[in-house]
């Protein structure tokens, strides 16, 4: 059986995603793909986040990050793609 490529994204999300639980939604989805890393927010009014797991998953993560939760607006996702650095143990909201 082959294994399964892992991947790692790190996104910035820009627009209307403070302020309506983008964090707490995709910290929830982001759990639910069984993805490891974080998201927070950031003091330009941007949304971070890194994930790190199955490749499908991640893509599946980027995904619901141009949507969002119900209240915000993505204007913009900007995303970088890398190894998988195997850095988290689960996925976390920080500060």
Do not use: C, K
């Not at 790692?8 to 910290?27: D, H, K, L, T």
Request: charged share 25%.
């Amino acid at each position: 059986m082959r294994e399964q490529q892992r991947w790692r994204g790190a996104a910035i999300v820009f627009g209307r995603v403070q302020g309506v639980g983008f964090r707490y939604a995709a910290a929830r989805a982001a759990r639910g793909l069984q993805l490891t890393g974080y998201v927070h927010n950031a003091a330009d009014g941007t949304v971070r986040t890194v994930a790190e797991g199955p490749t499908e998953q991640v893509r599946e993560y980027l995904a619901w990050l141009r949507r969002g939760p119900p209240g915000a607006h993505v204007s913009d996702v900007q995303w970088d793609e890398g190894p998988f650095l195997d850095e988290f143990q689960r996925f976390d909201i920080t500060w």
